[in-house]
């Protein structure tokens, strides 16, 4: 399985960072989003990332130029048809996923290996409504994707070994970490993550801290590059109250059960640095 086109689905803040990190390891990208608005602003982004990279000395300005040549932008789901990998990072919410995979599968040439970014939701699920689930695989990067070195692979009951093989290679390629993960709800990263960042939600919700305090204690007395508050904003709100529900609702254990906070923000419309408002103001 050679994979040289890249088709990537939904330009928010992980989709463009897919794209940067396959651009700039030589395939050729794709880029995919219902909004004109939100594909010319990745666009921008990329551009403003490489360029903060060129500027600390990481990548070349050649090397900034052809990772922006090789990323094209399309409105036209159907047009990823041809691409050898398809990576879907749209908005984490299953029927949105679904719709999506529904739309592509009949244009979708079939040695495309499909796979979701998705932070929480079954793999075996999201296969086993596609036309190949032996060629599915749960594909996770972290936010943010040209800084951090993790991927987790997670294969669904279903995924055949040269799809993993094949993805392990990607990854490789990008210069990355896998790691393989079960397709239990989560799998590993949210599975720790995310209830500690509602568990700081809970500490604030019961007045153990203040944000300030709360966020100052996990860096200076744990060594986190960011607290779990600014974290959590950082991945948006309505990500992190998605993949509480999802251990919630997978695990049954009510250890899981979303901070009440959490979802009050969530209600506002206060979803973190991409609202301008969440556990801080952005405004
Ligand atoms: N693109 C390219 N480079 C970037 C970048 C981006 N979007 N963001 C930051 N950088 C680079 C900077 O240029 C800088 O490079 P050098 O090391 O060469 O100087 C480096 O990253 C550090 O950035 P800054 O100096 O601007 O800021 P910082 O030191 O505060 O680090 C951070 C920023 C890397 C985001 C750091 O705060 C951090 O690691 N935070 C935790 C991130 C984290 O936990 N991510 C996982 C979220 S969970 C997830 O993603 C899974 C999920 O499904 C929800």
């Known amino acids: ?11 928010g803040q992980m989709g463009n960072g897919i ?18 608005e939100s594909l010319e602003k990745a666009v921008s982004t990329i551009d403003k990332n490489l360029e903060r ?6 990548v070349s300005a050649e090397d900034k130029a052809a990772a922006m040549a090789r990323i094209k932008t399309t409105l036209t789901l159907t047009d990823l048809g041809q691409t050898d990998l398809v990576i879907e990072a749209a908005t984490e919410r299953e029927t949105v996923k679904q719709q999506i995979f529904d739309a592509l599968l009949p ?5 495309t290996i499909l796979t ?8 075996t699920r999201l296969a086993s409504r596609t036309d190949r689930p032996e060629k599915f695989m749960g594909f996770h990067f972290m936010n943010p994707v040209p800084v951090m070195q993790l991927v987790e692979l997670i294969r669904g009951i279903a995924t055949d ?15 990355k970490t896998a790691a393989s993960a079960e397709d239990f709800p989560a799998f590993i990263v949210n599975r720790i993550l995310v209830p500690m960042i509602n568990e700081a939600v809970y500490t604030l919700y019961e007045g153990v ?12 007395g744990a060594n986190h590059p960011m607290g779990p508050l600014e974290l ?5 709100l309505d990500t992190c109250l998605a993949i509480m529900n999802v251990l919630h609702d997978g695990l049954a254990d009510t250890k899981y059960r979303p901070c009440p906070l959490l979802t009050k923000y969530v209600e506002a419309g206060w979803l973190g640095r991409k609202s301008g408002r969440g556990f801080y103001d952005y405004r």
């Open 1 to 11: 399985m050679t994979i040289e086109t890249v088709g990537v689905i939904g330009a």
């Open 19 to 36: 794209a940067h990190v396959f651009a700039l390891a030589g395939y050729e990208v794709l880029l995919n989003d219902i909004s004109a």
């Open 53 to 58: 990279q060129v500027g600390r000395g990481k």
């Open 107 to 111: 244009h979708l040439k079939p040695t």
């Open 116 to 123: 979701s970014n998705t932070s929480s939701i079954s793999i």
């Open 161 to 175: 070994q040269p799809t993993y093989e094949a993805l392990l290679a990607v990854v490789n390629r990008l210069g």
């Open 209 to 220: 801290g203040n944000v300030r305090s709360i966020d100052e204690s996990m860096k200076l």
């Open 232 to 236: 959590a904003d950082f991945i948006g």
